[in-house]
Nanobody
Framework: QVQLVESGGGLVQAGGSLRLSCAGSRHTFSNYAMGWFRQAPGKEREFVAAISWSGGTTYYADSVKGRFTISRDNAKNTVYLQMNSLKPEDTAVYYC???????????????WGQGTQVTVSS
């Protein structure tokens, strides 16, 4: 089992940047593809970005493409989400998750963190 802990959320003005981190608990972290999802109040959880175990393949939601970058450091058991040019509609709780293969579907992810709040003010 993999335990995931997100950090780096907070309050930022529109146009600003934040970097989220997700630390994994196990040395087998590098065996997993990782994803970021978000959930705004009253809305369903949605896909944001995903990265393969090696970091060689990445996927992005159209709404964040060109503004967000997912990366990972397997030596540190950590995956990152660099968020630039933030918009008020990016406000949500952001979750990281681990899966056996890279996917944009939340049903493919077996392990989830507790989430970190990102609030973008206009």
């Amino acid at each position: 089992q993999v335990q995931l802990v997100e950090s780096g959320g907070g309050l930022v003005q529109a146009g600003g940047s934040l970097r989220l981190s997700c630390a994994g608990s196990r040395h087998t972290f590098s065996n997993y593809a990782m994803g970021w999802f978000r959930q705004a109040p009253g809305k369903e959880r949605e896909f944001v970005a995903a990265i393969s175990w090696s970091g060689g393949t990445t996927y992005y939601a159209d709404s964040v493409k060109g503004r967000f970058t997912i990366s990972r450091d397997n030596a540190k058991n950590t995956v990152y989400l660099q968020m630039n040019s933030l918009k008020p509609e990016d406000t949500a709780v952001y979750y990281c998750a681990a899966a056996a293969f890279i996917s944009i579907s939340n049903s493919d992810y077996a392990y989830w963190g507790q989430g970190t709040q990102v609030t973008v003010s206009s």
